[in-house]
Every structure is written in structure tokens, then in C-alpha cells.
């Protein structure tokens, strides 16, 4: 039998473990996510306009692991080695036949420039900042990139 590790819990993990199991009944597929849940992301623009909250657009994904025979380790991949056949995690190694590191724009954050922005990618955290954040503004400039990035001026 072989053990296909998958890295993270959106749209890219999900689909993988779905085609993964209709291909294959017999694989072990462990999800490797801090949370066993599913975040949906483009849901939090309407956060900082209040017309979502952010337990509106979290799906615990317990059931969907059941389902699709998962086992669901609570960690973060920290790394490789053994050519990505040993994933490192927070939790400790995991050896694996196959790897599929689905984890999204989570380095977005390391590009020059941006570290001083909050933006709708940075999840629910960071609409939740951008709502206070809106919520405070007595004044200033508001506008929206083509991007879907909001920017926020105090001048």
C-alpha cells in the first residue's frame, strides 16, 4: 500500500485527496494542517464591509476526513529530506510515498514591500484587521486595487 502525504487544507488539498481516493481505495493519504478545517478564502472580502463574519466561511472538515479515509495530522511541514520522501513536521517525521504540498500563497508575505500590508490573502486574521481597522478611520482615502487589494491611507 502506498502513503501519500498532502500539505494543507484548501481547495488544492482537498481536490488532491478527493482524486487521489477515487483513483485509489487502498492508499493511506495523510492531510498535514495546523487545523482540520477548510477556510474559504474569497469569502473574506465581504468581512471588512461586515456582511460576512469569519465563522461564516470556516468548514471543519472532520466528516470530509472520515469520508474519504484520511488521517489528519495537526502540524505544519517545516521540511524535506530523503528527496521529499521524509516530510518534517512540527509533530515529527513523516515518511511518505508520494508528496503534494497544496499549502497556498503562504510565503506571499516574504516579498519586499508587502510586509507592512494587510491583505484579504492573509485569511480571516487579516479581514478581521482590515474591518477594525475601517471601523476606526474618522477620515483619510480608501481605494481598492485592481488586484482585489484594499489599501488604506490615513492622509
Given at each position: 500500500m502506498s502513503r501519500i502525504a498532502v500539505v494543507g487544507a484548501g481547495f488544492g488539498a482537498l481536490t488532491a485527496v478527493?482524486?487521489?481516493?477515487?483513483?485509489?481505495?487502498?492508499?493511506?493519504?495523510?492531510?498535514?494542517?495546523?487545523?482540520?478545517?477548510?477556510?474559504?478564502?474569497?469569502?473574506?472580502?465581504?468581512?471588512?464591509?461586515?456582511?460576512?463574519?469569519?465563522?461564516?466561511?470556516?468548514?471543519?472538515?472532520?466528516n470530509f476526513f472520515r469520508?474519504?479515509?484520511?488521517?489528519w495530522l495537526q502540524a505544519e511541514a517545516t521540511g524535506l529530506r530523503d528527496g521529499g520522501r521524509t516530510l518534517e513536521t512540527s509533530a515529527g517525521d513523516l515518511t511518505n510515498d508520494g508528496l503534494i504540498i497544496a499549502s497556498g500563497g503562504r510565503f506571499l508575505r516574504k516579498l519586499p514591500g508587502i510586509e507592512h500590508s494587510i491583505t484579504p490573502c492573509g485569511g480571516i486574521e487579516a479581514t478581521v484587521k482590515i474591518r477594525d481597522r475601517l471601523a476606526a478611520m474618522d477620515g483619510g482615502t480608501i481605494a481598492f486595487g485592481p488586484d482585489g487589494y484594499l489599501y488604506l491611507g490615513l492622509g
Open positions: 478527493r482524486k487521489l481516493r477515487a483513483g485509489d481505495r487502498s492508499l493511506q493519504i495523510d492531510v498535514i494542517a495546523p487545523q482540520p478545517e477548510f477556510v474559504y478564502y474569497p469569502g473574506t472580502i465581504w468581512i471588512p464591509t461586515g456582511l460576512r463574519r469569519p465563522e461564516d466561511l470556516v468548514v471543519p472538515l472532520h469520508r474519504m479515509r484520511v488521517t
